[in-house]
């Protein structure tokens, strides 16, 4: 079974796996609060799709896909009741914004990955491992540092 659809006479293909929550979150702190004629925060949406097409233009993956996280809780808050228990709530004006994200990156035709009982940055680590084992080149574009982990000869963060 092929995990990604191959390129004709290409030399090694190249995969981009987006930490979407990751990068929505670094988004949203980089940019002042903007809004669109309906009064709707957009700023995290803007720059996402800023830096989104910035890695397109420089480097024309073969292939791209974004993770994001669910709402539900992964299987370590049901091994540990505290884990993130501490960690500061999604600002109310970031919320609405994640949806509409992912509407207009299925517009873009990028496909988004998203499981219950997984944070994105698991997903990450699965795609990557079973994009270097068909041969792809792996590049991971997270501000997550845990993900320096899956560094390997054809995974690059």
């Keep these: 079974m092929i995990f990604l659809s191959t390129k004709e006479n290409s030399d090694k293909k190249t995969v981009f796996l987006l930490d979407g929550h990751s990068l929505t979150h670094r988004a949203f702190y980089a ?8 009064g709707e925060y957009t700023n995290a949406v803007f720059g ?8 397109t233009d ?3 993956p073969d292939r791209m896909i974004i993770t994001f996280d669910k709402k539900a809780p992964t299987f370590r808050h049901e091994e ?6 501490n960690r500061k709530k999604m600002p109310g004006e970031l919320v609405p914004q994640i949806p509409l994200l992912q509407q207009t990156i299925e517009k873009l035709k990028i496909p988004i990955l998203a499981k219950e009982g997984y944070e994105a ?3 990450l680590g699965t795609l990557s ?3 270097a084992e068909e041969d792809y080149k792996v590049y991971i574009v997270t501000g997550d540092r845990d993900a320096l982990q899956l560094v390997s000869e054809n995974v690059n963060i």
């Design 58 to 60: 420089e480097w024309n």
């Design 31 to 38: 940019l002042p609060l903007l809004t669109n004629d309906d």
């Design 48 to 55: 996402f799709l800023r830096m989104l097409f910035s890695l």
């Design 129 to 131: 491992k079973k994009a």
């Design 121 to 123: 940055d698991d997903l």
């Design 80 to 85: 540990y009741e505290d884990y993130k228990a």
